[in-house]
């Protein structure tokens, strides 16, 4: 194939906009969420193992923290189980968990670091559980009650679901020190040894903040944060997020993605976005161009 005047163009315009990037971002931690609904074709596979190799390669320390909502789904499916979801988390009986933990344990994590490697790695597979990276305990969510008269909000019990207690970044440190990619499966371990469901993104979060990471990036399968319309919302503070929850217009699987983005950012990681994973090196356009992709949550006072 002939390169076209155009296209050497495109490259040439793209690589010069890079050099800042590359330079701002070298020798930092970036933590990337990427989506179970990210994760749809081989081509985006490829795609986003390429940028995170890329990434690498220009001295910058990715970090993975995956998802696999959707094919833990279809495994549950298949053993004829549905899964109910409250406030965009999966109720986890003792079987669904057994089932998160091969799926994201085993099926995902393992495709990922395999996917890294093929494209020049070296990734490095984990789970909450080895180093004792992920110290969780139950997860508790309130329901509002709608009569005003009773004041003790509902306590719902979502089974073997987790939050993050502790994150022990000894074992990623190691791994990053010695130019590994960690690609970490979003399970807990509790006090007496038992496992915990968490959702990834909060995984994501959490791991940013402790690692001091300078970017947190969540890939998802939406352009970013939508309004009612339809339209990209970019550069919120958590006052407008908060407005857009209460309204509505933020829910199911958004919730804990905002929730974390806004937390992180306020526990000192530089910036937070929300990019579309179904866009071919989302991750690489959001990274090194000026545009950038999707929604951007930053520090309250960088406004
Ligand atoms: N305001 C919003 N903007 C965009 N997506 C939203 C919004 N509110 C709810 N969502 C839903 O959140 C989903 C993303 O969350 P989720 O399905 O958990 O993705 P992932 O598997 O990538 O974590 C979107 O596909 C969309 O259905
Ligand atoms: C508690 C909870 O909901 N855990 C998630 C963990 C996987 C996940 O977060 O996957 P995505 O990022 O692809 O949605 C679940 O069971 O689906």
């Given at each position: 194939m002939t390169l076209t005047a155009d296209r050497a163009m495109n490259i040439a315009r793209v690589l010069t906009e890079s050099l800042p990037y590359i330079r701002r971002f070298a020798g930092k931690t970036v933590v990337i969420k990427y989506g179970g609904n990210a994760m749809v074709d081989d081509d985006l596979k490829n795609g986003f193992s390429r940028d995170v190799v890329l990434m690498k390669l220009v001295g910058i320390n990715p970090v993975v923290v995956h998802g696999g909502g959707p094919q833990i789904g279809r495994l549950l499916e298949r053993i004829g189980k549905q899964s109910e979801f409250i406030q965009g988390m999966r109720v986890t009986d003792k079987e669904t968990m057994d089932v998160v933990e091969m799926v994201l344990g085993g099926q995902v994590n393992k495709e990922i670091v395999n996917l890294i490697n093929r494209h020049g790695g070296p990734a490095v597979g984990l789970t909450g559980k080895d180093g004792t990276l992920i110290y969780a305990e139950k997860l508790r969510l309130t329901r509002d009650q709608e009569?005003?008269?009773?004041n003790v909000p509902e306590i719902i019990d979502l089974g073997h679901v987790g939050k993050v207690?502790?994150?022990?970044?000894r074992i990623v440190d190691m791994l990053v020190q010695s130019d590994f990619i960690p690609v970490i499966a979003p399970i807990g371990v509790g006090e007496d040894g038992q496992s915990y469901n968490i959702n990834a993104d909060l995984v994501a979060g959490k791991l940013a903040e402790a690692l001091g990471a300078e970017k947190l990036i969540l890939l998802t399968n939406t352009p970013g944060l939508l309004d009612q319309e339809g339209k990209l919302l970019t550069g919120l503070n958590a006052a407008q997020v908060q407005s857009l929850i209460a309204n509505g217009t933020i829910s199911g699987g958004m919730l804990p993605k905002v929730q974390c983005a806004l937390e992180a950012v306020d526990r000192g990681v530089k910036s937070a976005h929300i990019i579309d994973g179904r866009v071919e090196h989302a991750v690489i356009l959001e990274l090194f161009t000026?545009?950038?992709v999707g929604t951007l949550i930053r520090q309250e006072n960088d406004f």
């Open positions: 009569d005003p008269t009773v207690k502790q994150i022990n970044t000026d545009e950038g």
